[in-house]
T-cell receptor, first 114, second 111 residues
Framework: ETGVTQSPTHLIKTRGQQVTLRCSSQ?????VSWYQQALGQGPQFIFQ???????GRGNFPPRFSGLQFPNYSSELNVNALELDDSALYLC?????????????FGSGTRLTVV | KQEVTQIPAALSVPEGENLVLNCSFT??????LQWFRQDPGKGLTSLLL?????REQTSGRLNASLDKSSGRSTLYIAASQPGDSATYLC??????????FGAGTRLFVKA
C-alpha cells in the first residue's frame, strides 16, 4: 500500500507568481484535505475534496483553489503569491468523508515566496 | 468554533523519564482525536487514533487517553529516548469536514 506523496518537495517563487502543488492520495482513500503550516504553528485547514468536489473550506482567500481528479489525486493552486504564503503545505488523505478514519499525511511541500 | 490547545508548548526531559503531553478541546462533539509526530521540516506521522466512543489507545511505549466530557486528551510516553525528540501534535476531527490541530508540544529528550 502506497502512502501519500507530494510534489515538489521544495519550491521558491517570486511574489505575484502562481504555483501548483500536487498530491497523490493513499490507495483506497477518496478524500483529500490540504493544510498550510507556518513555522512554529499547527497546520491550518485550507479545503477538502471528496469525489472531485470541494466539500469544505477554511479561512483562506479565493486565490487558493484546488482540484481533485477521478483517481483521487489533487492539486492546490495559489495565485498572486504573497510573502506570507511561505509555509509547509501538507496534503492528507482519508478513507471516507465522515467516517471514523484518521488522516494519512504526505511529507509536504516547502514553499518560499521571495 | 472548535479550538485545540496543547500544554506545555515545549518540554525538555532526561532520557528514561516517563512524560505526559496534554491536549484540550472546546467542543466535545468530535468524531475522533489523533496524535501525530512531526520531525523538523517534515510531514506528520500518525501515532494513535482514538474514536469518540473509546477511552484510550496504546501502541508500544505510547498510550493516549480521551475524556470527551471534559474535552481532554493525554499522550503518555514511557521510558523516553532521544529518538522521541520531535513536535507532537493533537488533532480533533469535528462533526463536519475539518480536522483542527493544536500548535504542538516540542519535546527534547536529552541523552
Amino acid at each position: 500500500e502506497t502512502g501519500v506523496t507530494q510534489s515538489p518537495t521544495h519550491l521558491i517563487k517570486t511574489r505575484g507568481q502562481q504555483v501548483t502543488l500536487r498530491c497523490s492520495s493513499q490507495s483506497g482513500h477518496n478524500t483529500v484535505s490540504w493544510y498550510q503550516q507556518a513555522l512554529g504553528q499547527g497546520p491550518q485547514f485550507i479545503f477538502q475534496y471528496y469525489r472531485e468536489e470541494e466539500n469544505g473550506r477554511g479561512n483562506f482567500p479565493p486565490r487558493f483553489s484546488g482540484l481533485q481528479f477521478p483517481n483521487y489525486s489533487s492539486e492546490l493552486n495559489v495565485n498572486a503569491l504573497e510573502l506570507d504564503d511561505s509555509a509547509l503545505y501538507l496534503c492528507a488523505s482519508s478513507q471516507e468523508l465522515q467516517g471514523n478514519y484518521g488522516y494519512t499525511f504526505g511529507s509536504g511541500t516547502r514553499l518560499t515566496v521571495v | 468554533k472548535q479550538e485545540v490547545t496543547q500544554i506545555p508548548a515545549a518540554l525538555s526531559v532526561p532520557e528514561g523519564e516517563n512524560l505526559v503531553l496534554n491536549c484540550s478541546f472546546t467542543d466535545s462533539a468530535i468524531y475522533n482525536l489523533q496524535w501525530f509526530r512531526q520531525d523538523p521540516g517534515k510531514g506528520l506521522t500518525s501515532l494513535l487514533l482514538i474514536q469518540s466512543s473509546q477511552r484510550e489507545q496504546t501502541s508500544g511505549r505510547l498510550n493516549a487517553s480521551l475524556d470527551k466530557s471534559s474535552g481532554r486528551s493525554t499522550l503518555y510516553i514511557a521510558a523516553s529516548q532521544p529518538g522521541d525528540s520531535a513536535t507532537y501534535l493533537c488533532a480533533v476531527r469535528d462533526g463536519g469536514f475539518k480536522t483542527i490541530f493544536g500548535a504542538g508540544t516540542r519535546l527534547f529528550v536529552k541523552a
